[in-house]
């Protein structure tokens, strides 16, 4: 069983609809979550970062944490063709000096 | 902003080939890491960096070595290439620890064929 679980996808969907990505693991000592976008023939890039639980807003985005079902979600709010991208969630523990990654979304946003 | 540059964008090499991959960072960043990137499989760390000439064991280093001379190059071995090394290869670059909100700055990847 991998340590990070997320679903490939691909998801597709309409222009403005909310858009809700997912990733749990099995490592308890896990306290710092990512969550990272990637386009098209470019490298991954950070999109947001939340420690240990709770929820973190980011004009469209929202990072949730859910320690005690070991789950993390990434919600998208009135989302947009430029949001197309693969998504992947990362986590480490505290003092790691490397992240482990989910195997990433693709999401397709429709006009 | 961070910059990771890597040398290639595209490489075609044929097996038992020994290959170089080589990235550069421009903010001096103490740690560096070689991904590939698979699909279904995601990003998975085949070797890491947290000094000039320190290097550590990634998830997947099998077939692979690494080279870190000065503290902006990190370079990526494959000693006898394999089809089964055929991948996305992604360098990235951090400021401090992973769990110290210190986000990896990825380049933009070598795609990497071996036939």
């Known amino acids: 069983q991998k340590e990070v679980e997320q679903d490939p996808g691909p998801l597709s969907v309409p222009e403005g609809a909310i858009v809700s990505l997912n990733c749990t693991y099995s490592?308890?000592?896990?306290?710092?979550f990512m969550w990272y976008r990637q386009y098209s023939r470019k490298g991954p890039e950070l999109l947001m970062y939340t420690y240990s639980s709770g929820n973190k807003e980011d004009g469209r985005f929202t990072a949730q944490v859910d320690k005690s079902s070991k789950y993390i979600s990434l919600f998208i709010r009135d989302s947009q063709p430029s949001d197309s991208a693969t998504y992947l969630c990362?986590?480490?523990?505290?003092?790691?000096?490397?992240?482990?990654f989910g195997q990433g979304t693709r999401l397709t946003i429709n006009p | 902003d961070v910059k990771v540059t890597q040398s290639s964008r595209y490489l075609v090499k044929r097996t038992g080939e020994k290959v170089f991959l080589e990235c550069v960072q421009d903010?001096?960043?103490?740690?560096m890491f070689w991904y590939r990137q698979d699909p279904g499989l995601g990003l998975r760390l085949i070797y890491f960096s947290y000094d000039v000439k320190m290097k550590e064991k990634g998830d997947i280093p099998e077939g692979y070595s690494v080279s870190r001379e000065k503290k902006e190059r990190f370079s990526l071995i494959l000693e006898s290439a394999s089809t089964n090394q055929t991948s996305m290869y992604l360098c990235?670059?951090?400021?401090?620890?992973?769990?110290?909100?210190?986000?990896?700055?990825f380049g933009n990847g070598t795609r990497l064929t071996v036939t």
């Open positions: 990235a670059s951090s400021l401090y620890r992973a769990s110290d909100n210190s986000p990896l700055h």
């Open positions: 490592n308890s000592a896990f306290q710092y």
């Open positions: 903010m001096d960043h103490e740690n």
């Open positions: 990362a986590m480490s523990a505290e003092g790691a000096q490397k992240l482990v």
